[in-house]
């Protein structure tokens, strides 16, 4: 499957974005998504999952902030961000797993967010 994200940009801390990651070439529906980020000079990490199901995870610290959802009819995962915080400041990156598996199966391009204080 190839991922296409978007949405990235500039706001301004409080403010809110909403990236999109666009899938084609699998069917997307069986596949669990996900959303990475990794900031300048920092390890990658897993910011929020769904699986095929829609069940949902996130990590501790954008509980209440962030919403991942995904439309099968557009074949799309979204990352809503709300009350952003200039340590979300990041490159994001979205990941389509392996049908039933943890693994991933693909990753997307970056997109950038900054939050500026």
């Known amino acids: 499957v190839q991922l296409q994200a978007s949405g990235g940009g500039l706001v301004q801390a409080g403010g809110s974005l909403r990236l999109s990651c666009a899938a084609s070439?699998?069917?997307?529906?069986?596949?669990?998504m996900g959303w990475y980020r990794q900031a300048p000079g920092k390890q990658r990490e897993l910011v929020a999952t769904?699986?095929?199901?829609?069940?949902?995870n996130y990590t501790d610290s954008v509980k209440g902030r962030f919403t991942i959802s995904r439309d099968n009819a557009k074949n799309t995962v979204y990352l809503q961000m709300n009350s952003l915080e200039r340590e979300d400041t990041a490159v994001y990156y979205c990941?389509?797993?392996?049908?039933?598996?943890?693994?991933?199966?693909?990753w997307g391009q970056g997109t950038l967010v900054t939050v500026s204080s």
């Open positions: 769904i699986s095929s199901g829609a069940g949902t």
């Open positions: 070439g699998s069917r997307f529906s069986v596949h669990g």
């Open positions: 990941v389509a797993y392996k049908p039933g598996s943890n693994l991933i199966n693909s």
